[in-house]
């Protein structure tokens, strides 16, 4: 188990933390946030690499807060691969000092990674891909008894990248270590995640499992980064709650002043459903965008809407655009963050 308990960093003027993260083994905790979060600063300094300010790191019934990083048994794979320029890919893989004489795990690593036939290559003649690919076998050769990966598919083409992506996730699971992989990409960071923790600005917003966080953000922040859409400020009248021009059926949310997200996923259009909605209005389309994998169709709602649909469900739509259509949300895909945590 890998548990980071009340660390606190800082570099100039960011601080980061303090937070505290557990991570059993066998299961991967993703950190999902942006730019200047803070989620390579968290690997850094778990890694050995930073000295924290406060705080402790433990790995399994070891304290290593204060252990240089050669001797923490974390293996860490980096957004540029990092490899040696000077070495080939079977010499990088087999740079962990308990492989140098074992030739034969060197080789099962390269199999494993589908670069058994780059082995003589030198790391500049590599693609992007391949170098991660070294750059991940690298990592699991020395047998770390952790796993920290600081956005490593992110440089990569769209293709390459989900392609690695498997790769990944399938290599995590083999392997009974925590594991620690940090993101600002929503659709990576849910497929590889056993639990989410949500970072902004060096504080940690929540964490939990990935499944439960999807379902009931905390706070604004985990709810954008998520990919709920804001729909806007709720209003309680004589009628009920509604957001704009839009009534929220009852039973729905609370009464509680907040700001109102939804799944744009879940907005049905021309769809029965027979379940109780948050709500149900008729409109019309006001613009069809053919984004991959779902497109994105604008609704003339106040508040705007927009539905993401897979584009065999667009021939639904009437033609010309404009003309009326019935949109539904269903409950679970409304969610209202209470005014003072947003």
Do not use: C
């Not at 020395?142 to 990569?156: G, K």
């Amino acid at each position: 188990m890998l548990t980071v308990s009340e660390l606190l960093t800082r570099a100039g003027s960011f601080r980061m933390g303090p937070l505290s993260l557990t991570v059993p083994a066998g299961r991967v905790l993703v950190v999902l946030g942006p730019s200047g979060a803070g989620k390579s600063m968290l690997l850094d300094t778990v890694a050995g690499f930073r000295t924290p300010r406060r705080g402790h790191v433990r790995l399994g019934d070891r304290d290593i807060t204060t252990l240089p990083p050669e001797q923490r048994r974390i293996g860490m794979v980096f957004q540029d691969a990092a490899l040696f320029p000077h070495l080939s890919v079977r010499d990088n893989v087999g740079f962990a000092p308990r492989l140098r004489r074992r030739g034969s795990q060197v080789d099962d690593l390269l199999d494993r990674f589908g670069i058994a036939h780059l082995a003589d290559r030198a790391p500049r003649s590599l693609s992007g891909g391949e170098r991660q690919r070294v750059a991940l076998a690298r990592a699991l050769a020395a047998q770390p008894a952790a796993l920290l990966l600081d956005e490593p598919l992110s440089a990569l083409d769209q293709p390459v990248r989900e392609e690695l992506r498997e790769v990944l996730r399938d290599t995590l699971r083999e392997l009974a270590v925590p594991a620690i992989h940090v993101t600002h990409d929503r659709d990576e960071a849910l497929s590889l995640a056993d639990d989410l923790a949500i970072i902004s600005a060096g504080t940690l917003r929540q964490t939990g499992p990935a499944a439960q966080l999807m379902r009931h953000p905390g706070d604004a922040v985990a709810a954008r980064l998520l990919g709920w859409h804001e729909l806007g400020p709720t209003h309680r009248d004589t009628i009920g709650v509604h957001v704009g021009d839009i009534p929220i059926s009852s039973g729905t949310v609370d009464d509680s002043p907040g700001t109102a997200y939804y799944r744009p996923e879940d907005v049905l259009v021309n769809v029965p459903d027979h379940s109780p909605p948050a709500f149900r209005v008729r409109t019309q389309v006001l613009e069809v965008r053919p984004t991959l994998p779902l497109a994105r169709v604008r609704l003339n709602t106040n508040p705007p809407i927009t539905a993401l649909m897979l584009h065999r469900d667009l021939d639904r739509l009437p033609a010309p655009l404009g003309a009326d259509v019935d949109v539904t949300l269903s409950r679970h895909a409304i969610r209202v963050i209470p005014t003072e945590t947003t």
